[in-house]
Structure formats: structure tokens, C-alpha cells
């Protein structure tokens, strides 16, 4: 089946670039997504990226598609203590339903 | 615009007590509406999905259901908690049919099972 892969924890310095690395199994997914989860809140979206572009830029976000090695990545630029959060990369699958990652903890650091 | 509630925000409830959580979506018709659980550090698990009233799919065979009395209202229900229902249960609606699909989610339902 289906499988997104994320890792667990990066810890970067404010004002650094965040680079969030996501890994997919189903090379027929239409869209991918970015959602960000602050600490017990629901998940709000960030971004999305349709299979068909390599990258979508939107302010501070950089969002890279390769579908070959089935990688995506989001890129946080100027990275603020405010972006510390959870981000958690999905697929849609051919049906009704998202296929989420673990989610990667984001720690920015003053 | 499009705004989703969930009710209530935090619950405690004893093992073996009786659970029922709300999700009501405005401003759209006719959603697709997602139940999620969130355990503590962990990733999100997919419970229950409606593409209609009645219509009710389920992902994860446990002690939870899921109904949908009206085309926006989506509740989850128990009829005796588990210690292991603990977490942060999730509703979520998805967008249009032919676009990007993305899926809007409410502020979520913190439940501790004592």
C-alpha cells in the first residue's frame, strides 16, 4: 500500500534556511501536500504541489518535487521561532483519502 | 467561507464510559468529512470517512462508529472507552471535487481515558 515517509526531528538556528524532507510510495499521486500542526492545534495547510511541477514557491516556502525518486521537500527560508511546528507531508491516493507521514518536529533555536 | 467546528475542546472521561464527539462544517455542501486520531507524538490514523449522509466507511476496525445525521455533522461515538482511545481526535472536510483536494482541518478534541 501507500506509504509517505518523514524524519523525525530537525533543530535549526533562527534565520537559517529548514529543509524538511518527505519520501512517497505512490508514483500516481496527483497532489502532494505540506500541513503544519502547532502544538494542540489541528493541522492547517501550507502548501500543495501538483505531480505535473518540480517546484512551487509561495514567500518564505519552497516546495521541490522529484518524482522520479519520488522525494518532496519543503524549503523554510529566514526561518523563525514562530515555525516551530510540526510539518507533516500527504499524498492523495487514487480515492478519497490523504496518506500522511509521521510529521517531522521542527525546533528553531534563538 | 468555509469554517469547521469540533465540540468539545478537551475531554476526561472514565474507562468504559461512553464518548461521542461533534464535528460540524459551514459554508460548503455535500463535504467529504474525515475523522482522525493523533496518539502522543505520533503521526495521524485515519478512523472513519463520509461522502454522504449515512455513508460511513471505516479504516480501522475498533470499539469507535462513526455517523452522519446531516449533510455537515459528523460524529464519533464509543460505547465504552478504552485507555488506548486516548488522543487527539481530528475532523476534517475536503475541498471540491477536481481540485487540488486538499482536506481543512478543525481545531481537534484532546481525550485522556482515565
Known amino acids: 500500500g501507500e506509504d509517505v515517509e518523514q524524519s523525525l526531528f530537525l533543530s535549526v538556528r533562527e534565520g537559517d534556511s529548514s529543509v524538511i524532507n518527505c519520501t512517497y510510495t505512490d508514483s500516481s499521486s496527483t497532489y502532494l501536500y505540506w500541513y503544519k500542526q502547532e502544538p494542540g492545534a489541528g493541522l492547517q495547510l501550507l502548501t500543495y504541489i501538483f505531480s505535473n511541477m518540480d517546484m512551487k514557491q509561495d514567500q518564505r516556502l519552497t516546495v521541490l518535487l522529484n518524482k522520479k525518486d519520488k522525494h518532496l521537500s519543503l524549503r523554510i527560508a529566514d526561518t523563525q521561532t514562530g515555525d516551530s511546528a510540526i510539518y507533516f507531508c500527504a499524498e492523495k491516493d487514487s480515492s478519497y483519502k490523504l496518506i500522511f507521514g509521521s510529521g517531522t518536529r521542527l525546533l528553531v533555536r534563538p | 467561507s468555509q469554517t469547521i467546528h469540533q465540540w468539545p475542546a478537551t475531554l476526561v472521561q472514565p474507562v468504559g464510559s461512553p464518548l461521542s464527539l461533534e464535528c460540524t462544517v459551514e459554508g460548503t455542501s455535500n463535504p467529504n468529512l474525515y475523522w482522525y486520531r493523533q496518539a502522543a507524538g505520533r503521526g495521524l490514523q485515519l478512523l472513519f470517512y463520509?461522502?454522504?449522509?449515512?455513508?460511513i466507511s471505516s479504516e480501522v476496525p475498533q470499539n469507535l462508529s462513526a455517523s452522519r445525521p446531516q449533510d455537515r455533522q459528523f460524529i464519533l461515538s464509543s460505547k465504552k472507552l478504552l485507555l488506548s482511545d486516548s488522543g487527539f481526535y481530528l475532523c476534517?472536510?475536503?475541498?471540491?471535487?477536481?481540485?487540488?483536494?486538499?482536506?481543512?482541518f478543525g481545531p481537534g478534541t484532546r481525550l485522556t481515558v482515565l
Open positions: 476534517a472536510w475536503r475541498g471540491l471535487a477536481g481540485g487540488p483536494n486538499e482536506q481543512f
Open positions: 463520509s461522502v454522504g449522509i449515512g455513508q
